[in-house]
């Protein structure tokens, strides 16, 4: 992939980022639902094991719930992208060794 086919799958993402967060419900997912229909949503632990750094798809810094969502969904974009890019780099050298190819 070169740079520029890179740029502009980054540049989709982002917009499919923007269009869902602007789609985006305020009402509980499927499973909160559940949890709620069924009773046991009230024996949930309050305190998590592990902070989230994004709770509920927001940046609690970020006063609009647009922006805020669309915050942290671009995060999201940039930190699996980031993911996938090392392990790009990671896993090239061995699969251009494997098949002979330099």
Do not use: H
């Not at 995060?75 to 992208?81: E, L, N, Q």
């Amino acid at each position: 992939m070169n740079r520029r086919s890179i740029v502009i799958a980054l540049a989709i993402c982002l917009a499919v980022v923007a269009l869902a967060s602007a789609f985006a419900s305020a009402f509980p997912d499927g499973l909160e639902w559940v949890a709620e229909q069924t009773g046991f949503i009230e024996s949930a632990s309050e305190a998590p094991v592990i902070a989230s750094p994004l709770p509920d798809y927001s940046l609690p810094f970020i006063a609009s719930p647009f922006w805020s969502g669309l915050s942290a969904g671009a995060i999201g974009v940039a930190i699996v992208f980031g993911f996938f890019w090392i392990f790009r780099l990671l896993f090239r050298g061995r699969a251009s060794s494997t098949t002979g190819q330099e």
